[in-house]
């Protein structure tokens, strides 16, 4: 059974940083791409970043580029999202999702429980 | 970027009505397209990939159509249990979700 546990969030001032994780297991971690989407609060969907199964190719949304950095280790079957000069619209629940496949451009067929982090003085 | 329009933004139907939600892209995107229902306070859950392909597990009353720009879910006939958010997410160019249809209960 495929099951992703996100840790890492929680209260950061603006301009501040923080690492979210992603533990992942059920499936051959290394094969598949992984992304982080996040949810504001009573807002929609928006994607943040996704990396691709081997860790090369690396994407992320216009609003989050230059101040997150997408990274994994295979051998720890973890995805990492860090995120450095916070500002409050980074505020939302965090969401690790897996890709149908190996390279990043496909659907999320399994998504974590989501962390909350809140970006507030 | 890709846009991603959903009408209706929320609705409101009877047990046992059939729902239809669509979500038009601002250009064509083939079938890479994919719907997910989301419940209050719980993450996404996928239920249509390809347009059209229904996810393994998911109920046969929830289907998916289009191609091209169109697309459209159709839950043919609405249960209590389908109380949800349900989102269109584009994978042709990056990822771009719609913003949402809540559907409800009358």
């Known amino acids: 059974e495929v099951h992703l546990l996100e840790s890492g969030g929680g209260l950061v001032q603006p301009g501040g940083s923080l690492r979210l994780s992603c533990a992942a297991s059920?499936?051959?971690?290394?094969?598949?791409?992984m992304s982080w989407v996040r949810q504001a609060p009573g807002k929609g969907l928006e994607w943040v970043s996704s990396?691709?199964?081997?860790?090369?190719?690396?994407y992320f949304a216009d609003s989050v580029k230059g101040r997150f950095t997408i990274s994994r280790d295979n051998a720890k079957n973890t995805v990492y999202l860090e995120m450095n000069s916070l500002r409050a619209e980074d505020t939302a629940v965090y969401y690790c999702?897996?890709?149908?496949?190996?390279?990043?451009?496909?659907?999320?067929?399994?998504w974590g429980q989501g962390t909350l982090v809140t970006v507030s003085s | 970027a890709i846009q991603l329009t959903q009408s209706p933004s929320s609705l409101s139907a009877s047990v046992g009505d059939r729902v239809t939600i669509t979500c038009r892209a601002s250009?064509?995107?083939?079938?890479?397209l994919a719907w997910y229902q989301q419940k209050p306070g719980k993450a996404p859950n996928l239920l249509i990939y390809?347009?059209?392909s229904l996810e393994s597990g998911v109920p046969s009353r929830f289907s998916g159509s289009g191609s091209g720009t169109d697309f459209t879910l159709t839950i043919s006939s609405l249960q209590p249990e389908d109380v949800a958010t349900y989102y269109c997410?584009?994978?042709?160019?990056?990822?771009?979700f719609g913003g949402g249809t809540k559907v409800e209960i009358k």
């Open positions: 997410q584009q994978f042709n160019s990056y990822f771009t």
């Open positions: 999702a897996k890709g149908q496949g190996y390279q990043v451009l496909s659907y999320f067929d399994y």
């Open positions: 250009q064509d995107i083939i079938t890479t």
């Open positions: 390809d347009a059209s």
């Open positions: 990396i691709s199964g081997g860790g090369v190719d690396t």
């Open positions: 059920g499936f051959t971690f290394s094969t598949y791409a």
